[in-house]
Nanobody, 120 residues
Framework: VQLVESGGGSVQAGGSLRLSCTAS????????MGWFRQAQGKEREGIAT??????SYADSVKGRFTIARDNAKKTLYLQMHSLKPEDTAMYYC????????????????WGQGTQVTVSS
């Protein structure tokens, strides 16, 4: 299993970015996929998950971030709008071979992360 994130970068507050996560080595279409982030000095947190038609978001990103998946391309996306300095973090894609999404510590597969930096 391999997950490769891309699309991170530096933007000013109010800007937008789209992260991508290309997957290989597992089915993808019927599996749970999620985006997580970890700011410096803080614990990793879940921000969006997608599983078998069910999507959920952390309150901190609702209305600003959108998770989407292209099953044919085995790619997961995170569209981020209205970025804030507090969104600065390393963003990770994760996968779990279940049709429902478990808690953060139950994900077996993680990407290497892509850095997002939002300046004020």
């Amino acid at each position: 299993v391999q997950l490769v994130e891309s699309g991170g970068g530096s933007v000013q507050a109010g800007g937008s970015l789209r992260l991508s996560c290309t997957a290989s080595g597992f089915t993808f279409s019927s599996d749970c996929m999620g985006w997580f982030r970890q700011a410096q000095g803080k614990e990793r947190e879940g921000i969006a998950t997608s599983s078998f038609g069910t999507i959920s978001y952390a309150d901190s990103v609702k209305g600003r971030f959108t998770i989407a998946r292209d099953n044919a391309k085995k790619t997961l996306y995170l569209q981020m709008h209205s970025l804030k300095p507090e969104d600065t973090a390393m963003y990770y894609c994760a996968a779990e071979e279940r049709w429902w999404c478990p808690s953060l510590d139950e994900y077996n597969y993680w990407g290497q992360g892509t850095q997002v930096t939002v300046s004020s």
